[in-house]
């Protein structure tokens, strides 16, 4: 059957668009669908002295839970009446519902399997998010255009913000508001660090500025320098330590399939695991360009020619078994993709 669009609640948190029912809650009067509004009749049968109530839903509706709300019990109408548990504000559905409508809210966790489709070779799982939380705390411009609103946020996603930032499409603000989500998650002082982060430039002219060198084909080593050090001296932003940074410079400068040198993300865990006889990272000068530039250098030395660079980061970020300091003699077989040499010669 073509059922009509799932009608949404009008009056929920007032007294004057609502209804009491022998429980002493209170359910919205007045209900809106696709086709304008309908009025809800409350009435009580005799399961009430049980504990139950059935509410008599308008011809051709009924009842489906959206969401708990103590006291009040969140639902929607479509059609056929179902019987609802006002005691405990659920409802007593004979199948499982997803959660819909404005009151939908995510943990994070989803018991379903991640959608590899959109992975790269070598990518873990992707970041879970509630995208409603985020953009409730984020500025409207800072919202990046057409960003998946599944709760599932992968490098891929990322990239595509990139790609319209490179050719004007996107503003420097969405292409760190999509960074600052895929590395934070479902955190909930990640959504007001971001907000802080957004707010010391709140036209993106300092990040405009700094990243101006990374929007050509190609960036030089001394182009994704000159980024580091512009994000970090003259265009640098309250509470954009120097981890984010790199994150930053990585999804703004890699080029997939490029010869040389490529930006890479580092933070902490990443820079304990890489070898100590690679002369990388130190405590002198953890968190410094020079740091980030012999780490991207090595990387790309052990990727060589075959292999992208991004895969030595994987590897790192997952534990480091093939390339990590404390290797358990696991080796990872590098994930089977398009050669890099392959891609520069066309594929010839």
Known sequence: MDWPLVATQVGLASPAGSK????????????????????????????????RQTMVAPTGWRWRAVGRQHPRPVAQLIRRNITICPSYCIMSLPYRLPMIGPFQRSSGRRSAEPDRRRALPGEG???RLDPGRWRAALPEDAWPRDFPVDGEVWRRDVFAVA?????????????LTAVVMWSAGAAKQARRQAGRILADDPHGHRLDVALSRLRIDEPTMSDMRT???????????????????????????????????????????????????????????????????RWICWAAAQAGDEFEPELVEMDLSAGGLRYGATPDGVGLGLPRQVSRRWIRTGGS
Request: aromatic content about 6%; charged content about 25%; some cysteine.
């Open 20 to 51: 009491k029912n022998a429980h002493g809650l209170r359910y919205p009067r007045t209900f809106e669908n696709d086709r304008g509004t309908t009025d809800c009749n409350l009435t009580p049968d005799a399961s009430t002295a049980a504990g």
């Open 163 to 175: 790609a319209r930032w490179r050719v004007h499409r996107a503003t420097s603000r969405q292409l």
């Open 125 to 127: 799982d992707p970041t």
């Open 227 to 293: 980024a580091f050090l512009r994000l970090q001296t003259d265009c640098r932003l309250e509470h954009l330590e120097s981890d984010a940074v790199t994150r930053l410079l990585y999804f703004a400068g890699y080029r997939r399939g490029a010869p040389g040198v490529q930006p890479l993300m580092l933070d902490g865990e990443i820079a304990a695991r890489i070898p100590p006889e690679a002369g990388v990272t130190s405590t002198a000068n953890r968190g410094t360009s020079l740091e980030w530039i």
